[in-house]
């Protein structure tokens, strides 16, 4: 099993037990998802990554994204054990996951931007990318992503980050907490119609960040090579012209055939697919990589999906699969191609 020993340059993955706290009852977001993932992980000796705990954000780095009221309330509720909203629920150790879940990913760009290494991974719970501003919904308390994205701009400095958000559900918090800022580009690919309703291709950014917003929205039944031609031909052109200095992904493993919340059929191995574009794109760009958890309901899909990705992400081998534009990205580079050469 991998250990905690520092390994400089090793990949880094992100854990700590509140996880599995934070109690949902009889609810698709469950704590067995963690238990699940690390089980498959550990079989295969953690890929050699670097095992860490992850600290509690910081209310310094929580406000960055998130005004007090709502911190507040939402602590509230965790004590209380009152669900946000008919979706989101909580319980009194969902407070202390959801302080770690949001942590994680801020060391992580710590991390990769320090030059600690250059692939992490947080897995932890609950996800982040339905969390708006001020309001909690679809399983997700804070925006985990975005907070990480705030992070790297304020205290690091950054002026480009790169969100790709495949989560099957449209992020729609990430997309909220962004859309008038030109220093994320934000690609979500996902199913429509589906939860939580958001995402149009025409909702394109507002203001500054007009352009800066790529809503792609996927039919039910659509696979992997749908997926791979949607990110190959709209999101990489895009990604490359932006040219950010960090690349970050919303991974939810739902847009699997298995999953029980969709009706996307993406096979496990086609997060290894999406996983090895997004390395050939970081590593052309020479700029770091993080992963975050978001969703992911069948256990074993959800588990052998992140095997899958992480592998992909770590390995400097195999070119990813290339496909045809097809009429679904061709639609969409029309439709984007005033903002972008695509």
């Known amino acids: 099993m991998a250990g905690y020993g520092i390994r400089i340059g090793a990949p880094l993955y992100f854990r700590h037990t509140s996880s599995l706290e934070h109690d949902t009852g009889p609810h698709p977001e469950g704590p067995g ?74 060391v992580m760009v710590d991390a990769l931007l320090g030059g600690e290494a250059r692939l992490a991974f947080s897995g932890l719970r609950p996800p982040g990318h339905h969390a708006e501003t001020s309001t909690a919904m679809g399983f997700c308390l804070f925006g985990n992503l ?43 690919l996902h199913q429509w119609p589906l939860y939580p309703g958001t995402g149009p291709l025409e909702d394109v950014g507002t203001g500054e960040g007009e352009g800066f917003s790529l809503n792609l929205p996927m039919p039910p039944g659509s696979g992997e090579d749908e997926w791979l031609s949607m990110v190959q031909h709209v999101v990489l052109p895009a990604a490359r012209e932006y040219t950010p200095q960090l690349v970050l992904v919303s991974a939810g493993f739902d847009a699997h055939r298995a999953d029980p919340l969709a009706n996307c059929m993406l096979e496990t191995n086609s997060f ?71």
């Open 33 to 106: 998802r963690i238990p699940a993932i690390e089980r498959a992980m550990d079989a295969c000796d953690w890929l050699g990554f670097e095992l860490r705990d992850a600290p509690e954000v910081t209310m310094e780095q929580l406000l960055r994204v998130h005004p007090e009221h709502y911190i507040e309330h939402v602590r509230v509720a965790c004590e209380r054990g009152v669900a946000l909203d008919p979706d989101t629920i909580t319980s009194p150790g969902s407070w202390s996951a959801a302080l770690h879940a949001a942590g994680g990913p801020v």
């Open 146 to 188: 975005a907070v990480a994205a705030a992070h790297a701009l304020e205290l690091h400095g950054l002026e480009r980050v790169f969100v790709l958000d495949w989560d099957v559900h449209h992020g729609n918090g990430t997309n909220e907490i962004f859309k008038g800022s030109r220093e994320v580009l934000f690609a979500s």
């Open 272 to 342: 290894g697919e999406l996983a090895a574009s997004v390395r050939e794109l970081a590593g052309d760009l020479d700029v770091p990589v993080g992963v975050v958890l978001e969703g992911g309901y069948d256990l074993e899909a959800l588990s052998a999906s992140v095997v899958a990705t992480l592998a992909s992400l770590n390995d400097g081998g195999t070119p990813p699969r290339q496909v045809d534009r097809d009429e679904l990205s061709a639609r969409a580079a029309s439709a984007l191609g005033r903002y972008w050469p695509l």
